[in-house]
Nanobody
């Protein structure tokens, strides 16, 4: 069982930075894949960034490559999303999600993730 709690969302001006946090209850038991999704009004939920703790591999959506960084603090059992050079189109509800068993096999399809946080709102103004 994995519980996820996001925090760190807020309002920021275009070009600014924000860091999201996700507290993970798995302790030393790492999910197969854990990452961040976002969903804007009238838009599909899309994969932003993800990592495979066991393999040490990360993935990023095309729209955030070079601007966002996903990282993990094992001691604090916390996942982070550092967001730099924010744009108005980054405005969305951001969710932390975990795929425990890796049955689905993707990092970007929300249908492959069975555990979700409550979400944290990010608003970028121009």
């Amino acid at each position: 069982q994995v519980q996820l709690v996001e925090s760190g969302g807020g309002s920021v001006q275009a070009g600014g930075s924000l860091r999201l946090s996700c507290a993970v209850s798995a302790y030393t038991d790492s999910p197969y894949c854990i990452g961040w999704f976002r969903q804007a009004p009238a838009k599909l939920r899309e994969g932003v960034a993800a990592m495979y703790p066991g393999a040490g591999r990360t993935n990023y959506g095309d729209s955030v490559k070079g601007r966002f960084i996903i990282s993990r603090d094992k001691a604090k059992n916390t996942l982070y999303l550092q967001m730099n050079s924010l744009k108005p189109e980054d405005t969305a509800m951001y969710y932390c999600a975990a795929d425990l068993l890796g049955i689905g096999g993707s990092w970007y399809d929300p249908r492959d993730f069975g555990h979700w946080g409550q979400g944290t709102q990010v608003t970028v103004s121009s």
